[in-house]
């Protein structure tokens, strides 16, 4: 199996690709203007993808239709936008065939070409609409509905698009009254709709009300050869996990998640395929568990962070277990959970690397808070009126959280207690610009 020009795997001995992964190093060079995956000494390298720069790209969602509309129904619509699946969506009203484009870059990850049959009935065609999902780089992904069978091109399933390219035709499948494009921004975990602002339309804060005219601005446009990068990455890692090799799809896809600019479907994808491996491993060392084995315990899940392989209480001296626990926790996204088990871990023994692991779970933790703080407080600029109590209720939230934060930081490590209060303070003051953008409006 290698590498081959046009960025695919040619099948011919495995044993060549087992050696390719031993020496395989993903190397970044440049924090924010692209990354370089390179291959170590000693084999042919892929050339397609050695030495190709991949900067992110532009940011914001343009316009899913690729020619002036109106719109239809907007948020909250009452006809058929009252779900959390369709709240925050858009009605374009546009004839049968009008190309339809990723209003972002990612890869696709669900094209539902059903059948060409639609009409004013929910029982009979709400399943029936023809439906393209667009995974993006940031936990958001963009969900076309109502699209034509016949599409110019097919959206393939595992293609990475670039913001602009043309992933179907709209049409008139599904439960509809006429011909028009459904498009909202999800969540891909849960898949509901969430707010969302058009970077290409000035009026009402990016955001378009019904009976507003859209018209399709020009995409930045993406170089040539990140497109290609992006393609032949994304494709090589699949190809891998095809190939059985999960560990090799899981280097290019990390290295690219930082980057924040692989696609969340196939990370899951490969994560669960290396779960399996991962737990034949750990069951394998604490059989017959070496004296190193919490450092070695530790070394698995931090590079494969495949936590949840590993049971808790995993070792038989209490200490360990529960620094073993704090950093399952922290790895599987509860750093809340992991502190806990850091704190009564110190407790019971002052070894620095619980306090090592405590540090972490708070920089984890304090990451998070900002980042779902952020959210909230954009959620507030745009909330739906009868969402407002939701999103007030997300800040109060976050802003207890950060107070039970405070208190175990001052417990873990009491000389820090004023700048404690003082992170403390900033977070209740964003909770209270959530309240205030709430009454504003
Ligand atoms: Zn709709």
Known sequence: ???????????NTGMRLVASICVLSVVALGQDTGIEVRLGAGIDPPRDIAGISVPKPPPGYYSPVSKSCSVIQGHGGAFSHKTLWSRYAWDFAVPPGTPVVAARAGVVVRARLAGNVGGNDQKQFGHAGNVVVVDHLD????????????????????????????????????FVVSPHLHYTVIDPRTQRSVPSRFADFKRNDGVPRKGNSVRAAPVPAVPQETMVAYKRIVRAAVAARRAGYPDLAWRFLTELHRRQIAPAYFYEKVRQALVEKTRA????????????????????????????????GAHPDKAVALWVDGLRAGFLGSPWDGLASFAKARRLRDDPRFAKGARAALKSWQGEQKRRLDLTLHEATIALPWHKRRVLDDAEQWARRARDRKRLRTRLFPAEKKAASTEYRAFKERAK?????????
């Not at 199996?1 to 099948?11: A, L, P, R, Y």
């Not at 992904?141 to 035709?169: F, K």
């Not at 394998?284 to 070394?299: F, G, I, Q, T």
């Open 1 to 11: 199996m290698q590498f081959t020009s046009d960025g695919g795997f040619v099948s």
């Open 433 to 441: 610009d959530v309240q205030r953008t709430l009454n504003r409006r």
């Open 281 to 312: 491993d750990v069951e394998r060392l604490l059989k017959d568990p070496p004296d190193d084995v919490a450092d070695r315990l530790a070394h698995v899940l931090a590079r494969t962070e495949l936590a949840a392989a590993v049971p808790r």
């Open 139 to 174: 936990g958001t992904a963009t969900s076309y509905v109502h699209l034509q069978r016949e599409l110019l091109p097919r959206a393939r399933v595992g293609e990475y698009v670039v913001a602009g390219e043309v992933i179907g035709a709209a049409g008139d499948t599904g």
